[in-house]
């Protein structure tokens, strides 16, 4: 296995964006290629992620990203792992540079849904569920994720407040990010006045629907060793599976894939989670951080919310957790969020992340959650 790098890295703003994803997502995959100081050319092979294209009547838009980018002759594909579609897309990507298949590999997620209504875009997003049982008898992902919320509470105690602290601290970091969807902090109070969507989940519990693009350039140290800015050295790219639909599991309060990806990551990395300087997880909702906290082992079973109301996952906090303000506050473009999760790791371990820069930067871990968690990836990146 070959030394691989993620070099380069570039976003554009979540929230509603005048151009289609495929413009955004050529324009910031330009982006990336630069920051890793390489030329187009130099691009080996192209992964997109761009979930719901169908949305923008759109498919097959690798080529026609290649294409904007002069090289059209450079092989693409589309993934499509419903919210964890490019961090499967940057498992791949690091298949192949570690596996010597490629020297330099792009990685770009894109969505576009705010030309769409609440509706339509809920259902679009429900395909994404287990559609016979669940989105067609009308569970939507807020409903299916406070079907966690209640199981956790009744077996934990997993209190309002508790949520809310996940909502307040993400907000309080997305009010730092220039990236983010949602720039303005919430109190806890604004936060408990909100209107219930899916009990007991409130409108601050969940993430929005958010257009963006995000991309990275994963390369091959021996080929490509003088890189334009601090690289992150994958120490680990892992993802796993576990049962599709809600109904069939035997417990609601974890992720098996979680725990599955985290266990073979942490082993491959040699880290345990209580040494990993600061995390990216997959908060699509609040109850989603909490339960991701405990599946990685950085809190036992039930503990996360207490520890987030004591403040151990603010930025400045013991273990921070979403800097970038996460998928409630940064936003969630399904087939960006991935990458989008290593583009922060990136700034942040280049001290580029302004008010929200974390103290430790020598390892973090992103994690990235399919659907209702039915994939997972964990990726842990380190220094040189
Ligand atoms: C929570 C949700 C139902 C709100 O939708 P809505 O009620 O139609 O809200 P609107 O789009 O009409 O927006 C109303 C206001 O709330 C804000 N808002 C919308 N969603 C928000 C959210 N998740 N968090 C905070 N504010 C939000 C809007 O910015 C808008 O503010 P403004 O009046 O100041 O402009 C919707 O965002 C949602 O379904 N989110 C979950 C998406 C999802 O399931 N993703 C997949 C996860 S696996």
């Known amino acids: 296995m070959r030394e691989t790098w993620v070099a380069g890295a570039a976003t554009n703003r979540y929230g509603k964006m005048a151009e289609t994803g495929r413009e955004a997502g050529s324009r910031v995959a ?52 419903a919210c964890s579609s490019s961090s499967a897309a940057l ?11 490629a020297d330099a590999v792009l990685v770009v997620g894109f969505e576009k849904l705010s030309h769409l209504d609440t509706l339509a875009a809920t259902s679009y997003f429900a395909i994404g569920a287990d559609y016979p049982y669940e989105a067609h008898n009308g569970a939507t992902f807020p409903g299916l994720y406070a079907l966690m919320a209640n199981a956790h509470a009744q077996r934990y105690g997993t209190s309002e407040a508790e949520l809310g602290a996940v909502a307040v601290k993400n907000h309080a970091n997305g009010a730092l990010n220039p990236h983010a969807h949602f720039q303005k902090p919430i109190s806890p109070e604004i936060y ?19 257009d963006g693009a995000a991309a990275v ?33 035997s417990t609601l ?29 997959h908060d699509c909702f609040t109850i989603a951080e909490l339960i991701a906290l405990e599946d990685l082992g950085l809190f ?35 087939s960006a969020t991935g990458v989008g999760q290593v583009v922060e790791i990136f700034e942040q371990v280049n ?8 103290p430790r930067t020598e390892t973090a871990l992103a994690h990235n ?3 209702t968690g039915s994939s997972c990836s964990v990726h842990i990146f380190g220094r040189r």
Do not use: M, W
């Not at 990336?32 to 169908?54: C, Q």
């Not at 498992?91 to 298949?101: I, K, R, S």
């Not at 309060?253 to 300087?277: C, D, K, M, N, Q």
């Not at 996952?313 to 969630?332: C, E, F, I, R, Y």
């Open 217 to 249: 350039v994963v390369t091959a140290r021996e080929r490509f060793p003088h890189p334009a800015a601090e690289p992150l050295v994958v120490r680990a790219s892992v993802r796993a599976g576990s049962i599709g639909d809600i109904q069939d599991r």
């Open 369 to 371: 959650v399919g659907a």
């Open 91 to 101: 498992h791949e990507a690091y298949v192949h540079v570690a596996g010597g298949f």
């Open 300 to 334: 036992p079973p039930g503990a996360a919310g207490r520890a987030t109301v004591d403040g151990i996952t603010a930025h400045d906090g013991a273990h921070p957790v979403n800097p970038s303000g996460g998928l409630k506050a940064k936003g969630h473009p399904v």
């Open 192 to 210: 408990r006045a909100s209107p219930v969507v899916a009990s007991p989940l409130r409108l601050y519990d969940c993430c929005p629907f958010s």
């Open 30 to 81: 330009l982006e990336a290629i630069r920051s890793a100081g390489l030329e187009p050319k130099e691009i080996d092979l192209t992964f997109v992620a761009n979930a719901f294209g169908i949305a923008e009547h759109q498919a097959h838009v690798g080529p026609l990203v290649n294409t904007a980018l002069g090289i059209p002759e450079v092989p693409s594909a589309t993934i499509e792992s």
């Open 351 to 358: 001290q580029r992340a302004g008010g929200r820069q974390v």
């Open 253 to 281: 309060t974890a992720l098996p894939a979680t725990r599955r990806a985290a266990e073979r990551a942490f082993r491959t990395a040699g880290i345990e989670a209580g040494r990993i300087g600061f995390f990216e997880v």
